[in-house]
C-alpha cells in the first residue's frame, strides 16, 4: 500500500534541520484532507516583513525561524514533521507557493 503525500505552503519551508528549534506556538496546526491513499496538508502563513538590521535586510514572518547557515542567505522556515503510519510510503511530496 503507498502512501501519496503532498503539501501545500504558502512560504518557505524546511523538512528537518538541527539549526531550528521548536516551532512557534501560536501557528495553527495544518488543513488536513485524506482520500483513499492521498493526504494533502494545507499550510496558510502570514504575509512576510523585512526588516532592517544595519546594512542587511531580511524577509520575517511572525512565528518563523531564521535558516542560518554560513554564506546562504537568511530566510524564514516552519520545520514540518509528519508521522507517516506503519507499513507506508512516502512517493511524492510537492510543495507550491
Known sequence: MKLFLQIAI???FAASNPAFSKPHKSLKS????RNNNV??????????????????DFVTINGFER???AG??????????????????????????
Do not use: N, Q, R
Open 67 to 69: 535558516y542560518i547557515k
Open 10 to 12: 504558502i512560504a518557505i
Open 39 to 56: 493526504m494533502v496538508l494545507e499550510y496558510d502563513f502570514e504575509e512576510p516583513d523585512i526588516i532592517t538590521e544595519g546594512d542587511f
Open 30 to 33: 495544518p488543513h488536513v484532507t
Open 72 to 97: 546562504a542567505p537568511v530566510i524564514p522556515v516552519k520545520p514540518v514533521e509528519i508521522l507517516v503510519p506503519h507499513g507506508m510510503k512516502i512517493e511524492k511530496v510537492t510543495s507550491k507557493a
